[in-house]
């Protein structure tokens, strides 16, 4: 069976290049949230394999999506992905439970490579 | 206290308490700054939150925390509510109301999504702590440390020196207060189960009809002396009292329902975007809380309908010099053992015209009809089954709902629909229901020897004709009653038929060809959607309270009548579902009038 991801990114762009990236290894992309609020809720309802989590969300940040995800119980893989100049976050992330993390820009290799690492 | 009654309680109250932020959030949308509003309802998710860990609800009662934290901040000034906080707490507000449903009963309502809106609050909440905490003043201290503060009245306008150098005094002084007093007070008023209520007044039914059974059999044992005694009438006046009160506990006023409504009203008008204000008259009016109930949702689909069909956007109603914003009224009056509820909208009317080519189109009228119909008559049509299938579809009122589900829903409990319109003026609809299911008066007549009762709501008059009276129309038959030619009918045809889907075409002439000239009629004046309709019986008998019962699952599916109840003398009294005969009768005079076209 396929691997079941869900994409959280503000940006139409990397929503789109990211769903691209997983599908052509054969991942199913079964959501993908632009905001924290529909990002917490999606992860609970879609219960996917693996989400990939964009720090910077208009709502709240991507530490804060982890944090709730993982105190609720979540046990999805997730690839935290934070910009360039932002290794706190990268830090503070692992800490919080987060599984990898990949900083932008990224290509699709280095994508498909960390993906592939977690899972 | 059992569990299930505290869990009944608590959801009570909770659900109170949901109707109460409701309203306060609606306020709040039009005075931002209202501190007393933002009290309110901090005080509110406080209660709530406290309740909610009591019965070990805990997401609730985080939830409610959370959206607690949020309000404590917005009294403190660190958080202004622009718009867009406005609609994530709207939205939370929601996500509220729907764990509380889900909790109280999870089969029929899902859980919510509740973590993401949550999360977002928390997030939120943080970072107003983070940029409002000042260096040195007051601790940034949750508002769990500070219960007092909650407690202490309304303190307006004292520098906040004297506050705090008051605060341990005011312990003080309560504590002394508690000391002194030994008797510790409760509420005066206690919260009740419906279902404990529904018992209570079913044995209060079967009491009644015991009641009867003893008077009756005391009456034929001391036939010869007239009247009762002391001891019966002391039963009867007791009865009766007994009666009345556990209906009266069962009363609710009508406000309960109506405040529900200033959401409604303000969410179907957004979604419409109209600018409509909601008025409430007599809310304190009172009925009995299964009726108020049932017509619930009849109530909402006539508001969301009002809104969305009634009023008219701001521009087209400013161009017709009427106010921008458009009035929805929801009015309650009592008059004798009724309760009229009414909702009226001042927008566009109804359009008598369009109402009849719609129905033409639909072929539920023809064009005779059409032509015979009066104003009066023809708006009633937006009632049957098959007419409000709109052709426009709109988010809110394209829901498959049609007013006849709605006059259905209002004749379950015997009540009645009536409406007018003007057009350009606006729309009333009005609810005739009685204030009480329970018991009805009837009238008692008699069919081949068989006892039946007929609810007075839906009689006008009783009268005797003689045959001679009586003459043929090309669709039945009809008489002169003041003056009016009516349709008249009799029972015993509509009791034998063999079929009901496929009537002999003849039926409704045949006891009357069968009796002997000099025959009298004893007929029951049925007013139904302004019309009457004589039913022709064997004997009228008197006026009596009944207890109706349902029939039970195994008959639910018997026409023409509604329901039973035990007469004194221990026989079964069939009661008539006036409404259901008056469809048929319709139907057939219809499908008659338009063969014959």
């Known amino acids: 069976m396929s691997k079941k991801v869900l994409v959280v990114d503000d940006s139409l762009y990397m929503r789109t290049l990211i769903k691209d990236a997983l599908t052509s290894i054969g991942y199913e992309v079964l959501g993908m949230a632009a905001n924290g609020e529909s990002a917490i809720d999606m992860a609970f309802e879609l219960q996917p394999d693996l989400i990939t989590l964009d720090n910077i969300l208009p709502d709240m940040l991507g530490l804060d999506v982890l944090k709730t995800l993982r105190s609720e119980g979540l046990t999805a893989k997730i690839i935290m992905i934070s910009a360039v100049g932002q290794e706190a976050v990268v830090e503070e992330a692992m800490k919080n439970g987060a599984n990898e993390y990949i900083i932008k820009p990224f290509t699709t290799e280095q994508l498909v490579e960390v993906v592939q690492k977690v899972m | 206290m059992k569990d299930d009654e505290l869990r009944e309680i608590f959801f009570t109250e909770a659900q109170e308490q949901y109707d109460e932020l409701n309203r306060l959030f609606v306020e709040l949308e039009q005075n931002k700054q209202d501190k007393q509003i933002i009290d309110s309802l901090f005080r509110l998710l406080h209660t709530l939150k406290a309740n909610a860990g009591g019965m070990g609800f805990e997401q609730l009662a985080q939830f409610a925390h959370i959206l607690e934290d949020v309000f404590g901040e917005i009294k403190k000034g660190h958080l202004h509510i622009n718009s867009e906080l406005f609609n994530t707490l709207f939205r939370a507000n929601d996500v509220l109301g729907a764990m509380i449903q889900h909790l109280k009963d999870p089969e029929h309502h899902e859980a919510p999504k509740y973590r993401g809106i949550k999360t977002k609050l928390e997030v939120l909440v943080r970072k107003t702590r983070a940029q ?13 440390t500070q219960p007092a503060r909650e407690a202490a009245p309304p303190a307006t306008g004292i520098p906040s020196k004297e506050k705090k150098s008051r605060r341990p005094l005011k312990i003080e002084d309560e504590a002394t207060t508690v000391a002194a007093e030994e008797q ?5 008023s206690i919260h009740v189960p419906v279902k404990k209520l529904d018992n209570l007044l079913n044995l209060v039914g079967e009491l009644i009809i015991e009641k009867d059974r ?78 108020l109930q049932i017509i619930s949702e009849s109530l909402v689909h006539l508001v969301r309908n009002a809104i969305s069909h009634g009023i008219e956007t701001e521009d087209e109603r400013v161009k017709q010099r009427k106010p921008g914003q458009g009035i929805i009224t929801l009015s309650a009056e009592t008059v004798k053992e009724e309760v009229r509820i009414q909702v009226s909208d001042d927008g566009r009317g109804i359009d008598v015209e369009k109402i009849k080519q719609k129905a033409l189109q639909k ?17 009633q049509l937006i009632f049957l089954p098959g007419f409000s299938s709109a052709d426009t579809v709109t988010k ?43 018991v009805k008066s009837t009238l008692l007549f008699q069919l081949d020897d068989i006892t039946y009762a007929i ?21 039945g038959l009809a008489a002169n009653f003041l003056g009016k030619s009516i349709s008249v009918v009799f029972l015993k045809d509509i009791f034998s038929l063999k079929s009901i889907q496929n ?37 009228l008998l008197q006026q009596k309270e009944i207890v109706e019962k349902p029939l039970g699952t195994l008959l639910k599916d018997a026409h023409f009548v509604s329901g039973a109840t035990i007469l004194g003398t221990g026989e079964v009294c069939l009661v008539l579902d006036v409404p259901g005969i008056m469809h048929f009768l319709f139907k057939q005079i219809r499908s008659y009038q338009n063969s014959n076209a």
Do not use: C
């Open chain 2, 132 to 144: 409002a905490t000042p260096p040195a003043e007051e601790t940034p201290a949750s508002d769990e």
């Open chain 2, 214 to 291: 003893i008077i009756n059999l005391y009456e034929q044992l001391t036939a010869q002396r007239k009247g009762y005694n002391t001891e019966m009438t002391h039963i009867q006046r007791l009865t009766n009292e007994l009666q009345h009160a556990v209906m009266s506990i069962r009363l609710v006023q009508v406000g309960t329902l109506f405040k529900k409504f200033h959401r409604i009203v303000r969410d179907v008008a957004n979604e419409e975007g109209k600018h409509v204000r909601l008025v409430l008259k007599g809310m304190e009016n009172e009925i009995d809380r299964n009726i």
């Open chain 2, 455 to 475: 609810p007075l709501a839906y009689t006008s008059a009783v009268s005797t004709f003689r045959k001679s009276d009586i003459h043929y129309v090309r669709n």
């Open chain 2, 396 to 438: 809110i009122s394209g829901r498959g709902v049609g007013m006849d589900v709605v006059k259905r829903a209002i004749e379950r409990v015997g009540g009645q629909i009536d409406i007018e319109s003007t057009l350009g003026k606006g729309t009333t609809f009005t609810l005739i229901l009685p204030l009480s299911m329970a």
């Open chain 2, 503 to 539: 009537p002999d075409k003849q039926f409704i002439v045949k006891s009357f060809e069968e009796t002997p000239d000099d025959a009298l009629f004893p007929t029951i004046i049925i007013n139904y959607d302004q019309k009457e309709i004589g039913i022709i019986v064997d004997r």
């Open chain 2, 363 to 379: 072929g539920l009228i023809s064009p005779e009809e059409a032509k015979r119909m009066p104003p009066e008559q023809l708006i």
């Open chain 2, 184 to 188: 510790l007070h409760l509420s005066d």
